[in-house]
C-alpha cells in the first residue's frame, strides 16, 4: 500500500510563495508518475503540475506555468511543489498523487492520493 502525506500549506499574501512537500511510502516511488492537484470550494478538482518516472516529461497547467515549480528528489522519496507569485485564485487544497502509467493530466489516471494541504492566499 502506497501512504502519500502532504505538507507544507499555509497561509501566504498575494506574491509570497510556498512550497509543498509529499512524502511517499514504500520502495518503489522512482517508478511513480507524480503528480499536484487543487481543489478550491464549490469547485472540480483540477490539474496542477505533473511530472514523469523518469523525469523525461513535465506538465504544467496553464495557470501556473512560470510561476509553479514541480520537482522530485527520487532518493528521500518526496514530490515537490515550489509556488511563487501566489494569487488569491490559488487558494485551495492541494493534492499529491501517484500514477502507475505515463504522465496524464486526468486526475483518473492517478490511483494513489494523499489527504491534502490547505493553501490560502490572502489579497
Known amino acids: 500500500q502506497v501512504q502519500l502525506v502532504e505538507s507544507g500549506g499555509g497561509l501566504v499574501q498575494t506574491g509570497g510563495s510556498l512550497r509543498l512537500s509529499c512524502a511517499v511510502s514504500g520502495r518503489r516511488f522512482s517508478s511513480y508518475t507524480m503528480g499536484w492537484f487543487r481543489q478550491a470550494p464549490g469547485k472540480e478538482r483540477e490539474f496542477v503540475a505533473a511530472r514523469s518516472r523518469i523525469d523525461i516529461m513535465i506538465s504544467y497547467a496553464d495557470s501556473v506555468k512560470g510561476r509553479f515549480t514541480i520537482s522530485r528528489d527520487n532518493a528521500k522519496n518526496t514530490l515537490y511543489l515550489q509556488m511563487n507569485s501566489l494569487k488569491p485564485e490559488d487558494t485551495a487544497m492541494y493534492y499529491c498523487?501517484?500514477?502507475?502509467?505515463?504522465?496524464?493530466?486526468?486526475?483518473?489516471?492517478?490511483?494513489?492520493w494523499g489527504q491534502g494541504t490547505q493553501v490560502t492566499v490572502s489579497s
Open positions: 498523487a501517484a500514477s502507475e502509467g505515463l504522465l496524464s493530466k486526468d486526475r483518473s489516471d492517478y490511483r494513489f
